[in-house]
Nanobody, 123 residues
Framework: QVQPVESGGGLVQAGGSLRLSCAASARTFSTYTVGWFRQAPGKARNFVAAISGSGGGTSYADSVKGRFTISRDNAENTVYLQMNNLKPEDTAVYYC????????????????WGQGTQVTVSS
């Protein structure tokens, strides 16, 4: 079983950067696709990015392409989300999740979820 734990959120000004981390203790972590989602108050949980178990495949939401980069270090059982040129509309709770499905963008395809980390971008 995978239990993701997010970290790295915080308050940043528009145009700034943050790097989120998603750590898991499962020995089989490298066999899971890991996705990042975000949820703003009163809104649905939306797909941000995903990376395959080996790291060879990635997928991004159009709204973050060219600004966010997802990567992973399987030796450290950690997935990263580098967020650059942040905008106020990126403000949300960010969640990471794990699945054995190849790069899904639907939250329903993910089996294991972290508790989330708050990202706030001020204008």
């Amino acid at each position: 079983q995978v239990q993701p734990v997010e970290s790295g959120g915080g308050l940043v000004q528009a145009g700034g950067s943050l790097r989120l981390s998603c750590a898991a203790s499962a020995r089989t972590f490298s066999t899971y696709t890991v996705g990042w989602f975000r949820q703003a108050p009163g809104k649905a949980r939306n797909f941000v990015a995903a990376i395959s178990g080996s790291g060879g495949g990635t997928s991004y939401a159009d709204s973050v392409k060219g600004r966010f980069t997802i990567s992973r270090d399987n030796a450290e059982n950690t997935v990263y989300l580098q967020m650059n040129n942040l905008k106020p509309e990126d403000t949300a709770v960010y969640y990471c999740a794990a699945t054995r499905v190849w790069l899904p963008s639907s939250p329903g395809a993910y089996d294991y979820w972290g508790q989330g980390t708050q990202v706030t971008v001020s204008s």
